[in-house]
């Protein structure tokens, strides 16, 4: 069988890139093995257009808030899914002096901080004493149904192999690959975390996090809120809530910890007045990088393998807006930008 192009993995990316390109006429194979835990799949689906304890706007959000609206808006068309919402953080202080930097920061960004028009009109769901701020807009993705939709979707088109990749099968060479009955002109690597073990982009700079979240009842407390006190509460599914999460660069392996759970509970005990039960618990790795920029482009030797990782944390956000990019570089030979160019690394990739 001959196609186009090999997706390798069909996480947040590999949807991405699959979806453009065969929007644009191409013929492509998507390969990924199913797992249930993986960091597309455990995620809360934000995305939060400020960052970090001192506010400020997340790497280029001004192009991938509206380009990730209009991609995921699309998407969930053509899956017959409402897979966006607009909506926003309430954010409550957990201290006067966070407080005091949260107001000073809405003075020079008020496109996406705001002051609350009420400030006790949550006081029925919430104990807090330092108030609150709004951060909006934001968006809110449906990752689990997207995910599943797309899959089915490639399944009925019979462009999907449920299986695990061999890389000792795959032929790589300047002309394009292999892959047991496969040939095709390129092979995008699109595996997430499995791609640190990638022989073709070991060298590249990742890094491993992990992120443990839970998933809660919480029926009394309204869903068109995303809820922030050093841990998230984000709308889920029915009266389900997402809530977490760690962040964690050194660890012995991925399972969810009892200390993570109880330090949930104990928060949500003190944070919230109205009921809660904890219905599920569960951990995974995140593909960051070392300098917090995606990995985007094709090898600098054989241009036939390509990769689109390391979004890390704000993969909502990247994966539309780089999956588009790399689909016009592939078609058109439009330039990537060059902070997330994997040509960067062209030494250390020519030597791997």
Known sequence: ???????????????????????????????????????????????????????????????????????????????????????????????????????KRIEDEDEYL????????????????????????????????????????????????????DWSECKVSQDGIEYNSLTAQKLICCQGVAGFDNAWFKNLPFAKIKGEAVIASIPDLPRDRIYKQGINIVPWNKDLFWIGSSYEWSYNDVLPTAGFRKKVEEHLKHWLKIPFRIVDHFASERPATIERRPFVGLHPKYTSIGILDGMGTKGCSLAPFFASQLTEHLLEQKPLSAEVDIQRFKKILSAG
């Open 114 to 165: 705001h002051k609350p028009v009420n400030a006790d009109e949550w006081k029925q769901y919430f104990n807090y004493n330092y108030g609150f701020s709004c951060i909006s807009p934001c968006l809110l993705i449906d990752l689990n149904t997207m995910l599943i939709n797309w899959r089915q979707k490639l399944k009925n088109d019979n462009r999907l192999l449920e299986q695990r990749f």
């Open 1 to 103: 069988m001959t196609v186009d192009y090999i997706i390798l993995g069909q996480g947040l990316t590999g949807t991405f890139v699959s979806w453009n390109l065969i929007r644009a006429g191409k013929e492509v194979v998507v390969i990924d093995e199913s797992k249930p835990f993986t960091a597309s799949r455990v995620a809360s689906g934000v995305v939060n257009p400020v960052t970090g304890r001192r506010i400020v706007r997340t790497w280029r959000i001004e192009e991938l808030w509206p380009y990730a609206f209009e991609a995921y808006t699309t998407l969930g068309k053509e899956l017959n899914a409402e897979l966006v919402q607009s909506t926003s953080i309430l954010d409550f202080h957990p201290s006067p002096q966070m407080k005091e930097a949260f107001e």
